[in-house]
T-cell receptor, first 114, second 113 residues
Framework: NAGVTQTPKFRVLKTGQSMTLLCAQD?????MYWYRQDPGMGLRLIHY???????AKGEVPDGYNVSRLKKQNFLLGLESAAPSQTSVYFC?????????????FGSGTRLTVV | GQQLNQSPQSMFIQEGEDVSMNCTSS?????WLWYKQDPGEGPVLLIA?????ELTSNGRLTAQFGITRKDSFLNISASIPSDVGIYFC?????????????FGKGTKLSVKP
């Protein structure tokens, strides 16, 4: 059982380039999330989705877009990468709020923007 | 919005020592969770707490859901080298349509040189 899978694991981008991070879950979870993790800042929510076809902004959504065309996939896009977007990105999924076992996280994508 | 204060930010442990960390909030939560993140990996759930006053153990780990519902504690007994990592607390409310987890900034556990 793979859980939450993120691709790619590492990426280096030049300023202004675009890219898409893919998150896939095989647990039939309704909810999916994208976080970024920076030193001393903990985990900050970028965008989330409460079901197929829905997305919503989190704490730090600027510069990112997301799509949830299929229940099992949640894509995070950077249209024009900036050095401030250098970070480690984590995807997570969960059942409905209150469901047991909280969030399941992927192993992360380390992105460097030069 | 809701914020969690997690302390300490970092600590050094010697093998065999007991470790304590805590999280406090200005508002109440329905659920408290504790995660551990190993280097290069995503956070993994350690303990979930669902009732005020609840005390739950997972091996050498014990966590408590504060009676006021505004705090939670995690204790690690007889620490071992593989306990190093970053520990996150998280609180959740799930009344209404939104029930996102709110995360603390983490407690980094390192081994004393």
């Amino acid at each position: 059982n793979a859980g939450v899978t993120q691709t790619p694991k590492f990426r280096v981008l030049k300023t202004g380039q675009s890219m898409t991070l893919l998150c896939a879950q095989d647990m039939n979870h309704e909810y999916m999330y994208w976080y970024r993790q920076d030193p001393g800042m903990g985990l900050r929510l970028i965008h989330y989705s409460v079901g197929e076809g829905t997305t919503a902004k989190g704490e730090v959504p600027d510069g990112y877009n997301v799509s949830r065309l299929k229940k099992q996939n949640f894509l995070l896009g950077l249209e024009s990468a900036a050095p401030s977007q250098t970070s480690v990105y984590f995807c997570a999924s969960s059942g409905r709020p209150g469901a047991l076992n909280g969030y399941t996280f992927g192993s992360g994508t380390r992105l460097t923007v030069v | 919005g809701q914020q969690l204060n997690q302390s300490p930010q970092s600590m050094f442990i010697q093998e065999g020592e007991d470790v304590s960390m805590n999280c406090t909030s200005s508002s109440i939560f329905n659920t408290w969770l504790w995660y551990k993140q190993d280097p290069g990996e995503g956070p993994v759930l350690l303990i979930a707490l669902y009732k005020a006053g609840e005390l739950t153990s997972n091996g050498r780990l014990t966590a408590q859901f504060g009676i006021t519902r505004k705090d939670s504690f995690l204790n690690i007994s007889a620490s071992i080298p593989s306990d190093v990592g970053i520990y996150f607390c998280a609180g959740q409310n799930y009344g209404g349509s939104q029930g996102n987890l709110i995360f603390g900034k983490g407690t980094k556990l390192s081994v004393k040189p």
